[in-house]
């Protein structure tokens, strides 16, 4: 059993709770997700089983797109509404204008710091296990990328719900508390919804209790997408059955040996392989003297 299903998770659940919850249903131990979700966010968690879970990497090449909503006047610790409160600030004379203009600042690559409530981990230790220990280290900013923002609605100028589209590694916890202090005054996040990851998204996605019924009838197929699917970002080469065998086995091939036509400009960082619409793995071109080769990076057969 290999393939990707994307999963709607609710509220409550960790992305492992996630995990281990499917590896129950489908008795199978190869089961890994795409990216952490918040525990008490909602949205398109991608998990990969089988084979599938060799492709998890390559999640990392896609954006994300989460429906979020900022409220001014405080921050916590965890710098969202299920954190302690440790600051509160009135939310004087903050006009629509100055607020889209804020958002606005934060479009492009920028530099964040991660929260101390995150998974990331110091000397082997998660941040926010020493986090719940009192202690704060010391965390350098990152660059992140933030595609887009749009603000779907302002409440009275203290509440706005906007959908933003970014890079890996985006805290929007962190980007809520960031837009607060842009503006003179505080921010927390007070709701959080993954709504894509790449091309999976909420409407080609499955809640729990949808993938429970497809498991205990026995088609979890159905609702199961090919590995591929993680990697349609590549460019895609195929060759014939009699070129099976040397893949399979990680081997190299000479692409004017099978007729392929490529752009080698294209292939800077890796093709999806195919053979007789097989999908064998990711491969690599590099030049031999005067010889293209196709090398087997990784076979997922």
């Known amino acids: 059993?290999?393939?990707?299903?994307?999963v709607l998770k609710p509220p409550g659940m960790t992305s492992h709770d996630v995990v281990n919850f499917i590896r129950k249903r489908l008795n199978i131990k190869r089961v890994g997700h795409t990216g952490t979700l918040d525990p008490n966010a909602a949205g398109v968690l991608p998990i990969c089983i089988g084979k599938a879970t060799r492709v998890v990497q390559y999640f990392d090449d896609f954006t994300k797109v989460y429906r979020a909503e900022l409220t001014l006047g405080y921050e916590t610790d965890t710098q969202d509404k299920y954190g302690v409160i440790i600051n509160k600030k009135d939310v004087l004379n903050i006009s629509s204008e100055k607020i889209e203009e804020a958002f606005n600042e934060f479009v492009g690559k920028i530099l964040q710091t991660p929260p101390m409530y995150s998974?990331?981990?110091?000397?082997?230790?998660?941040?926010?296990?020493?986090?719940r220990e009192g202690k704060v280290v010391e965390r350098k900013p990152r660059e992140i990328g933030i595609?887009?923002?749009?603000?779907?609605?302002?409440?009275?100028?203290?509440r706005i719900l906007f959908d933003v589209e970014c890079s890996k590694g985006t805290y929007i916890r962190t980007l809520c508390n960031d837009i607060g202090k842009s503006l003179g005054n505080l921010g927390c996040m007070t709701f959080l919804l993954r709504t894509k990851v790449g091309d999976f998204s909420l409407e080609n996605s499955y809640t729990i209790e949808e993938v429970e019924e497809y498991a205990l009838n026995g088609n979890i197929e159905k609702i199961m997408i090919p590995m591929d699917s993680a990697v349609k970002?590549?460019?895609?080469?195929?060759?014939?059955?009699?070129f099976f065998s040397v893949l399979k086995n990680g081997g190299k091939v000479e692409l004017s040996d099978c007729s392929?036509?490529?752009?080698?400009?294209?292939?800077?960082?890796?093709?999806?392989?195919?053979?007789?619409?097989v999908f064998m793995g990711m491969g690599l071109i590099e030049r031999l003297n005067d010889k293209i080769i196709l090398k087997m990076d990784k076979v997922f057969i």
């Open 1 to 6: 059993m290999n393939g990707i299903i994307n």
């Open 260 to 277: 392929y036509e490529i752009d080698i400009k294209s292939l800077e960082r890796g093709v999806r392989v195919y053979c007789d619409d």
């Open 147 to 158: 595609h887009s923002i749009k603000i779907v609605k302002n409440y009275n100028n203290n």
């Open 233 to 242: 970002h590549y460019m895609p080469i195929k060759f014939q059955n009699s």
């Open 119 to 131: 998974a990331l981990k110091h000397n082997g230790k998660k941040l926010y296990e020493l986090a």
